[in-house]
């Protein structure tokens, strides 16, 4: 579905991402991965995705906390692929805490890489996908694009913040074959979530049972974790040709937890 376009997907060493990659390339596209990890199973992962799909499978390891690695790495994306087509927003961090003891850093970094990345990487991809008349912006945001949860007071305010940005550019973009969207996941079951067991059972006084059981799943009423290949597979749809008429939406996918 995607042959000869080329998606960027930031975020793709592990989770979400990853899935989203190995999805996007499984159907045609070229892949750029990106986030952090060790060196050896990066470039294995490479390798098992470009063996498995034939596509061209680039790693960049720039630092979605960080302005002028964004532009390095969108200018490195251009001059190997001409251009980016498929944007995926994606990487992300989490701190779990109160308001009133929330380190410093961890805001910065939550906003830099949560919220402002996608500016970066949308302000530079955004005009070739205009010159070409396609291009399609998926933003990884979260259900906490559209309710919030106490102790996360960072997540909260950029995903809600990155579902702002998404309507704005879809409307900037929407006459140039160019779509914006949001997609917003509930609880799925990648190192992001397993790290904030133990300090969400720290910071509400309660077992690490009891945080899956009464609050990540309490949420859902599906009582199911969303997995990887579901948001991979939605991400996928928004990125197709029959999704042309979808821009500027922030989509649930999240066992229903926003109907309450
Ligand atoms: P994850 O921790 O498994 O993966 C995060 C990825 O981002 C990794 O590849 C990591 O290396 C990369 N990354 C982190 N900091 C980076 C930086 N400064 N520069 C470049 N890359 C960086 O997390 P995940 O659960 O797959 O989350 C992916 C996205 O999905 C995030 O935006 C997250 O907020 C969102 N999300 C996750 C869930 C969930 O339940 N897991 C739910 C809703 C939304």
């Known amino acids: 579905m995607f042959k000869g376009k080329t998606a960027l997907v930031t975020g793709s ?6 899935g989203i990659a ?5 159907e045609g596209a070229n892949v750029i991965l990106n986030g952090f990890g060790d060196a050896d199973e990066i470039a294995a992962l490479r390798r098992s995705i470009a063996q498995e799909t034939g596509v061209d499978v680039q790693y960049d390891g720039a630092d979605m906390s960080r302005a002028e690695a964004i532009e390095a790495m969108m200018a490195r994306a251009i001059d190997r692929f001409g251009a980016v087509d498929l944007l995926i927003n994606n990487a992300g961090i989490q701190h779990v805490a109160a308001v009133d003891e929330f380190p ?3 805001w910065n970094a939550i906003l830099a890489i949560n919220l402002s990345a996608a500016f970066h990487t949308t302000r530079l991809a955004l005009p070739l996908m205009r010159e070409r008349g396609f291009g399609r912006i998926v933003n990884v945001a979260s259900a906490h694009a559209l309710v919030a949860s106490p102790f996360k007071s960072a997540y909260v305010a950029a995903k809600h913040g990155i579902a702002g940005f998404t309507k704005a550019v879809a409307l900037e973009a929407a006459e140039h074959g160019v779509t914006v969207n949001a997609v917003c996941p509930g609880y799925v079951l990648t190192p992001l979530v397993q790290k904030q067991i133990p300090d969400t059972a720290r910071a509400r006084g309660i077992t690490e049972e009891e945080v899956v059981r009464d609050v ?7 009582k199911k974790f969303v997995t990887v290949e579901q948001v991979a597979a939605f991400t996928a ?3 197709s040709a029959d999704a042309a008429s979808i821009t500027g939406a922030v989509l649930p996918i999240e066992g229903g937890w926003t109907a309450h």
């Open 104 to 106: 410093l850093d961890k």
């Open 13 to 18: 060493t592990s989770g979400i991402g990853l």
């Open 22 to 26: 190995q999805r996007l390339a499984r």
């Open 237 to 239: 749809f928004l990125c």
């Open 216 to 222: 990540l799943l309490h949420a859902q009423p599906t």
